[in-house]
């Protein structure tokens, strides 16, 4: 394992990182999945790279199965549908970006520190990575809870999951071929399904406003 | 035949109680049919009652019978067994059950919520539920049993369920019901001592420890108290016998309570083996707490259905006394005593089921007669109805605990009972019981007062209402119950020695000694349960010197003083009219126990102003045990719940932050 290949596994961490910050920051619903598609390379490119230093096979399937869904596929399927919502702009958060910044700054704080005892175990090529994929998947959370309209909030789910996948590839040389399998289609039903519900909410309320739904809580 | 007449009596009471279930399905069939399902079925239920307290009588004095039925779940059949104490319960059952059906036959109409054929079928399924109870040898069939009688009597509680009141009433026993129910199934699960084997042999096979012993009487207690009556889980009562139908309200209580008290002594004095001796003093607390409640409520009570269901949680207040004052005696191995406290207890359970059946019965008459349950207006309808007047004096008698009723033995077998706590070792307990038996008296005599306001105010003076005058009384199926529950009242009075030989097997098999084999019983004359120097009670006699006494004095008056009387019209003292509203009411004659005893009430109380020109006088009484328990429960219950209902915001946004705070306290801890 050359000192190269961690570099440039940890090149791709930061980037996701920073993708993630960007995420966090991004008021546009285009931008947003732009950036969601440029995660994925991200996480296409530090897999494959995986795959590359320690001639694990079936990490090239996962990087080729990533490729297709998480950079070309999903992000058609999202540009698709808000078009035909004609929600391509945005969108006021909840919290307003600079609070937002801080409160992720310190999650990535806690990742690590949350990492640290568990990469010290592993005997993985990228163990810092587990710090950063974890920093990644509370920051699409933190980025679920403070958007209110439902498309963000459907993308800071899927970003959850590169998070995920991130882990997995980097801690311990990605899960099974089958596991991976499972989740894409997961993921990709998921879309659908919600796909599917976000049409339902206009019909319904006319409006994608998350605000909307309170109005099912019962008094 | 050998072994035949012994194997015949739990096969007896099994086919009686498939004769019930067969009964009860008929009644499905005729379901609108009342004539078929009166005239019939309820009739032919009482004599499968009546072959039940023969078959019961008949098992009784003989070693316990066991049988395993092959229903339930697979590897897990009904164990039954019919020894002394479930024998005697179940001729009890059949006692007053066979007076009720009867009854019963005459007494359901056409158009009262529940079809009738319906109604047979719950009742029965009750009968048959209450009597596998009492022959239930483990906790399955138990628990299994327990329950069918629990939800056949909640349906036949809410027999006119297109009525609020009584929907309310029915749940509220459901619940207690089942509250007390989770008891007893908790009580079995301490009693098998991690065994797993759930068969009543085995629970008496083990012997646990003083602690998990006391936590299966605790939860006994509070199990079988909920379904007695026992304070604080009475609150049911009041409400559902009045809501019942009649026949319904007197099998529950007459006979429902009791298979409370069967459970309470199979699981204390038989499953448990010796009892601790301050058990008994936590039941004598609690039994004398719950009698001197229920007479002081009863006294207080305007609706007769709702004061004879005080009553009855007195009576059954003085039967856990009874059983008490037999654990204290059982713990320090005082075997005679014991005996004496325990027969006092179960001889009052017998009493009890046929008195409250039967005044329960006259209720339903008056009810169906005058469409009235309100006190204030009635009055007088021992001339309109004398069948069933009398038949209540009988009843009321009895409850009063007047000799030479039965009520009377019972009651003068437990304060014999409590004369001889002098012999106790523990000075506290010497100290202590007799202020409970001065509680009893006090319980007893305030018990006459409510029987003689109960009496005197429906049936004696002049009616209170115009239409009370067309009161037709019982009719002829009705006339045969109530003459055989007063029947059974006067005999079970006359020949306590008879009915001790009876329980005498129970004693001996529960605390090892009977009374009667003790040998000085007395004959069939004369009741002597210690010795005869120290005390002694002759029903025949006193009845005869009584009615000597009765007669001399009717013929004296007759004959000497009317002959003298001269008639004229009555001084009016400045009345010339009097109404029947000048008679003492129910509310009038119970003011002075509501005067003295204000502190236990919870009154509101509207007097009219002088100057009102339509005075009205409303008192209503409300029980403290609700407001002091159950609304505070209910109010606790309802502020937890919207405490958590705050949890939803309806914010998909706040729930994922729920989701977020977890995973990041979650992933905090498994770090520290």
């Known amino acids: ?219 | 035949m050998g072994p035949l007449p012994e194997l015949l009596a739990i096969d007896g009471v099994t086919v009686v109680v498939v004769a019930w279930l067969g009964l009860g399905l008929a009644g499905l069939a005729a379901l609108h049919d009342t004539r078929v399902v009166g005239r019939v079925l309820f009739p032919l239920s009482a004599l499968a009652s009546l072959a039940l307290a023969g078959f019961a009588l008949m098992g009784l004095p003989g070693a316990p019978q066991v049988a395993v039925l092959a229903i339930g779940l697979p590897d897990l059949p009904f164990h039954l067994r019919l020894d002394a104490l479930s024998a005697f319960f179940l001729a009890l059952l059949g006692l007053a059950s066979a007076g009720i059906s009867v009854f019963a036959g005459g007494y359901f109409r056409q158009g009262e919520g529940t079809p009738p054929g319906l109604l047979c079928l719950h009742y029965h399924l009750f009968l048959a539920g209450m009597a596998m109870v009492m022959l239930a040898d483990d906790a399955y069939a138990f628990m299994v049993t327990w329950e069918v009688m629990a939800l056949a009597s909640f349906f036949l509680v809410t027999t006119n369920h297109r009525i609020a009141e009584i929907r309310r009433a029915g749940f509220l026993y459901l619940l207690v019901a089942h509250v007390g129910a989770i008891a007893i199934l908790l009580c079995f699960g301490v009693l098998q001592a991690g065994t797993g084997d759930y068969t009543f042999a085995n629970m008496r096979a083990q012997s646990l420890s003083p602690f998990w012993a006391s936590c299966a009487f605790g939860l006994a207690l509070l199990g079988f108290g909920a379904k007695a009556g026992i304070l604080p889980l009475h609150v049911w009562l009041p409400e559902a016998h009045p809501a019942a139908p009649s026949p319904v309200s007197a099998l529950m209580s007459g006979v429902m309570l009791k298979t409370a008290v069967y459970g309470l002594v199979r699981v204390s004095f038989d499953l448990l083996g010796t009892p601790a001796w301050w058990w008994g003093v936590v039941a004598l607390v609690v039994g004398l707490a719950t009698a001197f409640f229920g007479v002081v409520f009863a006294a207080a009570q305007v609706d007769m259905k709702r004061l004879l269901a005080y009553s009855s949680i007195e009576n059954v207040g003085l039967i856990v006394v009874g059983l008490g004052l037999a654990m204290v005696f059982a713990a320090y191995r005082m075997d005679a005593l014991a005996a004496l406290a325990l027969a006092a207890s179960l001889y009052h359970c017998l009493n009890h089921a046929l008195f409250k059946s039967l005044l329960f019965l006259g209720t339903g008459c008056v009810l169906h007669a005058t469409q009235e349950r309100s006190l204030g207006r009635l009055g007088g309808l021992l001339r309109f109805m004398p069948w069933v007047g009398w038949t209540a004096l009988a009843g009321v008698m009895a409850a009063a605990g007047l000799p030479p009723s039965n009520g009377f033995v019972s009651e003068w077998l437990l304060l014999q009972g409590f004369l001889f706590t002098g012999g106790l070792p523990n000075p506290y307990l010497r100290m202590l019981v007799p202020v409970f038996a001065a509680g009893v008296v006090l319980v007893a005599a305030l018990a006459a007062y409510v029987m003689v306001k109960f009496y005197g105010v429906i049936f004696l003076g002049r009616p209170r209402e115009e239409k009370l005058a067309h009161a037709h009384d019982a009719g002829g199926l009705e006339r045969l119950g109530l003459a055989w529950l007063t029947a059974g009242c006067v005999l079970l009075g006359l020949f306590p020695v008879a009915v001790i030989e009876v329980i005498d097997p129970i004693t001996f098999s529960l605390v090892g000694r009977g009374l009667a084999q003790s040998g000085h019983i007395g004959d069939w004359l004369l009741l002597a349960p210690v010795s005869a120097e120290r005390a002694s009670y002759s029903p025949l006699t006193f009845l005869v010197v009584t009615a000597l006494i009765v007669v001399a004095t009717i013929v004296l008056v007759r004959r000497f003083y009317h002959g003298r009387v001269r008639r004229a019209a009555p001084w009016d003292c400045g009345f010339p009219a009097q109404t029947a509203r000048m008679q003492d009411t129910a509310e009038g004659f119970g003011q002075p126990i509501r005067q003295i005893f204000e502190p236990f009430y919870r009154m509101r109380r509207e007097l009219p102003s002088p100057f009102d020109a339509a005075p009205r006088y409303r008192v209503e009484i409300e029980d403290p045990a609700w407001s002091a328990i159950y609304l505070r429960i209910a109010a606790a219950t309802e502020a937890v719940s919207r405490a958590v209902g705050r949890l939803q915001r309806g914010r998909i946004s706040i729930y994922l932050l729920y989701s977020f705070v977890t995973l990041v306290a979650l992933l905090f801890l498994t770090q520290a």
């Open chain 1, 1 to 219: 394992m050359s000192p190269f290949t961690t570099q440039v596994i940890h090149l791709f961490a930061a980037v996701l990182l920073l993708i993630a910050f960007a995420m966090l920051a991004q008021r546009r619903i285009v931008a947003l999945i732009n950036l969601f598609a440029l995660q994925g390379l991200a996480l296409v490119g530090s897999t494959a790279t995986v795959a590359w230093a320690t001639g694990q096979r079936h990490l090239y399937w996962s990087a080729g199965i990533t490729f297709a869904l998480k950079v070309v596929l999903l992000p058609w399927l999202l540009h698709r549908l808000i078009r035909r919502l004609n929600v391509k702009w945005d969108v006021e958060t909840l919290i307003n970006i600079p609070t937002m910044m801080l409160v992720g700054i310190v999650l990535v704080v806690f990742a690590f520190n949350l990492a640290l005892p568990i990469s010290e175990f592993s005997q993985s090529i990228a163990r810092g990575a587990l710090g950063i994929a974890l920093a990644c998947v509370l920051m699409s959370f933190l980025m679920m809870i403070t958007r209110s309209k439902a498309v963000p909030q459907v993308i800071g789910f899927l970003a959850m999951e590169n998070g995920l996948f991130f882990a997995a590839t980097s801690a311990t040389y990605g899960m099974p071929m089958v596991v991976e399998l499972g989740i894409a289609l997961d993921v990709l039903v998921g879309m659908i399904i919600l796909g599917v519900f976000m049409f339902q909410i206009r019909e319904q309320f006319d409006s994608l406003d998350i605000h909307h739904l309170e109005k099912l809580k019962e008094d």
